[in-house]
């Protein structure tokens, strides 16, 4: 059984940093491409950066572009997303999801093509 548990939240005031992990259970994260996703009170989930499988491709959203960075660590089945220069709008819940095409370089930005998730971790951005 897949399960993907992330930690790492928090509360932070703008400008400040987090790192988040996600450590996988139950598959090998190097054969699978993992996204980190957020959802804030109201609104629909949203991509945030992805990584595939061999993680020789990455990629951002517009949003968090030049202060969040995607990497992973396959000898611990863990992706981190790295958070610099934090704002109040990043506030949200995040997650991180497993997609199940074995060895794939696309990095989807749906959350329908994720397979697996998290149960998320809150991050709440102070102004």
Aim: aromatic share 10%; charged share 15%; hydrophobic share 30%.
């Amino acid at each position: 059984q897949v399960q993907l548990v992330e930690s790492g939240g928090g509360l932070v005031q703008a400008g400040g940093s987090l790192r988040l992990s996600c450590v996988a259970s139950g598959r090998t994260l190097l054969r699978y491409t993992m996204g980190w996703f957020r959802q804030a009170p109201g609104k629909e989930r949203e991509f945030v950066a992805g990584i595939s499988g061999h993680g020789s491709n990455t990629r951002v959203a517009d949003f968090v572009k030049g202060r969040f960075t995607i990497s992973r660590d396959n000898g611990k089945n863990t992706v981190y997303l790295q958070m610099n220069a934090l704002k109040p709008e990043d506030t949200a819940v995040y997650y991180c999801a497993s997609d199940s095409v074995l060895f794939s370089e696309v990095t989807p930005t749906n959350p329908s093509e994720y397979t697996y998730w998290g149960q998320g971790t809150q991050v709440t951005v102070s102004s």
